[in-house]
């Protein structure tokens, strides 16, 4: 019953926070496949955020994991390039038979 400026005058005074709205881009449809991760150093993160869990803070969490993925060689970080060029192509043809399923239904 309120107009505009009194339910803002009110949210204010109340200092009244509002929960944020979900992005329509994160939301996935029914039976979408998901998107793997972008780099081979986000996935080594996801892999090893297992041994981690729980027992450090977020940021001492991160700090640990950057510190093992600056130790390890060239060739042992090719190997989650090609794992994530490998996943990127796995979900690519998945999106595409979702895809036609999607339209077909």
């Known amino acids: 019953r309120l107009d505009e400026e009194e339910k803002q005058r009110i949210i204010k005074e109340k200092r009244i926070k509002f929960p944020k709205k979900t992005l329509d881009r994160y939301v996935r449809l029914p039976g979408e496949p998901k998107?793997?991760?972008?780099?081979?150093?986000?996935?080594?993160?996801?892999?090893?955020?297992?041994?981690?869990?729980g027992t450090l803070t977020r940021k001492d969490h991160m700090t640990q994991v950057k510190k093992?993925?600056?130790?390890?060689?060239?060739?042992?970080?090719?190997?989650?390039?090609?794992?994530?060029?490998?996943?990127?192509?796995?979900?690519?043809?998945?999106?595409?038979?979702?895809f036609q399923v999607f339209i077909q239904s």
């Open 35 to 53: 998107l793997p991760p972008r780099s081979g150093f986000i996935y080594f993160f996801i892999e090893h955020s297992k041994d981690f869990s």
């Open 68 to 98: 093992h993925w600056y130790k390890l060689s060239a060739k042992e970080k090719n190997r989650y390039a090609e794992t994530i060029q490998e996943k990127n192509r796995k979900y690519q043809e998945d999106l595409q038979k979702w």
